[in-house]
């Protein structure tokens, strides 16, 4: 499984960005695909994750009403919505797959290699 994920850059607070992500190879049936992010010095922290069937979502209480999850199974694709957002938002943002529903980061199998989003003050 591969993972690609695209759409950081430089943006000013109060602007948006959409991150998106595809999935290539042998992905998982029904998988859930989640967004994470760690800023320099900081842990790894989970910022939103989604169901197959999008029934299910997952959005870290720093991100809520800012960010929105989505996916389009048919593009095997996940997208990551970020409104309104605040220096503190700057972190390299990585996608990742697992078997099933979870926001923990140790349960995700796959993980793409991240890209840099920065929000200047």
């Known amino acids: 499984v591969q993972l690609q994920a695209s759409g950081g850059g430089l943006v000013q607070a109060g602007g948006s960005l959409r991150l998106s992500c595809g999935a290539s190879g042998r992905t998982f049936s029904r998988a859930t695909m989640g967004w994470f992010r760690q800023a320099p010095g900081r842990d790894r922290e989970a910022v939103a994750a989604?169901?197959?069937?999008?029934?299910?979502?997952y959005y870290a209480d720093s991100v809520k009403d800012r960010f929105t999850i989505s996916r389009d199974n048919a593009k095997n694709t996940v997208y990551l919505q970020m409104n309104s957002l605040k220096p503190e938002d700057t972190a390299v943002y990585y996608c990742a797959i697992a078997r099933y529903y979870t926001y923990q980061g140790s349960e995700y199998d796959y993980w793409g290699q991240g890209t840099l989003v920065t929000v200047s003050s």
């Open positions: 989604i169901s197959w069937s999008s029934y299910s979502r």
